[in-house]
């Protein structure tokens, strides 16, 4: 590890304690200003970007490309639907793994930011399976399609935040 590289991580681990710590106040935030109307955009932004909806998604994606293929068209979509399903699986595993290795009560059980029982399964809030996936996903679109970034990540982020505003998260988890 190089100077660059240690303050990479030393910043990235400032921001994942700066959300920390501002998990509380961000909640509250969040949960004053809920109106059912909010809801509503929430469920759906948190629908699209479920592990079955991305699948779907990739899956049409790789439908598209073979298709597409077959009739003289390169293998660019085909391709960057399976590279996306396969950043998709590995968000999901290793989300898995945290979620079991931390345990981090989600927000709706109301015990609290600092909540963790490890090994107790994986319907638990670190990390968002969501906001793995979804950004897993984004990312690849966004590196083969120039501009592709502009809609993908704007997308991952209205899913995490819709798991903040839907009780299911903590703010850092995103």
Do not use: C
């Not at 990390?127 to 970034?149: K, L, N």
């Amino acid at each position: 590890m190089d100077r660059y590289d240690a303050m990479k991580l030393g910043g990235a681990m400032a921001v994942v304690g700066g959300m920390f710590a501002a998990d509380r106040p961000i909640y509250d935030l969040v949960q004053r200003n809920n109106t059912s109307g909010g809801r509503d955009i929430a469920d759906k932004f948190s629908d699209w970007g479920g592990p079955g909806a991305l699948l779907g998604l990739n899956a049409g994606v790789i439908a598209v490309g073979v298709a597409s293929e077959s009739y003289g068209a390169g293998s660019k979509l085909k391709d960057a639907g399976l590279v996306s399903l396969e950043a998709e699986g590995f968000a999901i595993a290793a989300t898995a793994a945290l979620k079991m290795i931390t345990g981090r009560e989600r927000p709706e059980a109301s015990h609290g930011a600092t909540q963790f029982r490890p090994f107790s399964g994986l319907d638990t809030s670190l990390a968002s399976t969501h906001a793995a996936a979804s950004f897993a996903v984004a990312t690849v679109f966004a590196e083969r399609y120039e501009g592709a970034g502009w809609v993908t990540y704007p997308l991952a982020v209205f899913i995490s935040g819709s798991r903040v505003y839907l009780d299911k998260h903590f703010s850092q988890t995103w």
